[in-house]
């Protein structure tokens, strides 16, 4: 099969396995994205988009792409933002067209800003990535737990989701806040930093992996302006089609960064 029509989106090759040892094709990319596209666009509007493209699966060439290409529809958003000393294109995804689009160009990992096109400059979410050098889940549960606490105390309500690769992730909204790029990044680095304080043989904020003497790396500069969080519900270029999944804090206990894949996830 060449090509099919889904939702008035041209589908090249559907039947292409992408994910070689699971036998995940293009089109089962496509249905999943589908079955969570209304939780999936709630959470990535308006916001910029990164992507992580690999066209011919998860074994070949993968990149990382900021900026749409001409060959684009006119149907993708794009939103203008300051880099540096000029302005580039960014996309936004509103609507199911895109993201099927997207996934037959070979888009398998969608990436958000912590900040909103409509007020780029001012975060909405502060986020901490728990990034373990071994995978001893129960260290990584306890730190996530000691995050959503300092959250909590500091009038925030924490979410959690899997990475989808190796840690959780533990965000907040703070829109009421008002925050520069600047606040947040402070902000997210003092708790980081009193965290390590408390544990130092746990946790580290060091960012070169080869310093990081197998602890818990508590990854702050996702607060950064341009940095990106991976968005809930995309999935990892990694075999079995791992998802970033949002769950509640009570189902911790019993999660570990890659228990939902396309097989198996919550609807």
Known sequence: MESIIIDNVKITHPNKVLFPESGITKLDLINYYKSVSDKFIKEVMNRPISMVRSPNGIKGPKFYQKHPTESFPEYVERVK?????EYDAYITIDQLNDILYLVNIGVLEFHIWGSKIQDIETPDRIIFDLDPSNQDDSKLRELA????KILEDNGYKPLLKTSGSKGFHVYADV???????DDIKLISKTIAESIVRINPKEYTIEFRKEKRQEKIFIDYLRNERGSTMVAP???????HAPISMPISWSELKNISPQSYNINNYKK
């Open 233 to 239: 519900y995309s999935i990892r270029i990694k075999e």
């Open 145 to 148: 737990l000691l995050i959503k």
């Open 175 to 181: 829109s009421e806040r008002r925050f520069s790029w």
């Open 81 to 85: 933002i300051k880099e540096k000393d």
